[in-house]
């Protein structure tokens, strides 16, 4: 598959095509994972580690492609949104899929 800049480009319908790719690539026992995670339970620490691993890639820093003024505003967002993950009542969840197959 074509490798992208992420933050960039995203193809929202990715996962519903990466089995159809496999399937025509000849991929064999094609498996289906998930993990969840979220913040219940989780000390701030953990939640701030689940921010930095799951949003803070998204940062705008040092790119040639986005105007100073939106980085700025970009990185206030995502300012704003880590301090939520530093309260107590606040709840994220990310769910991540991914395939294992064999050729």
């Known amino acids: 598959m074509i490798n992208q800049n992420i933050t960039k ?3 929202r319908y990715i ?3 990466v089995y159809n790719y496999l399937i025509k690539n000849d ?9 969840i995670t979220d913040t219940i339970g ?4 953990e939640r701030l580690k689940l921010f930095e691993n799951s949003i803070a890639f998204r ?5 040639n492609n986005i105007k100073e003024e939106t ?6 967002l995502l300012t704003e949104l880590k ?7 606040f709840y994220y969840v990310m769910a991540v899929f991914y395939y294992v197959a064999r050729k």
Do not use: A, H, M, V
């Not at 991929?27 to 993990?35: E, G, M, P, V, W």
């Not at 301090?83 to 009542?89: I, R, T």
């Open 83 to 89: 301090n939520n993950f530093s309260k107590d009542d």
């Open 42 to 45: 989780k000390s701030l620490e």
């Open 59 to 63: 940062r705008p820093n040092n790119k």
């Open 9 to 11: 480009y995203t193809d």
């Open 71 to 76: 980085q700025n505003k970009i990185n206030e």
């Open 15 to 17: 996962g519903k095509k």
């Open 27 to 35: 991929y064999k026992s094609i498996q289906l994972f998930y993990s």
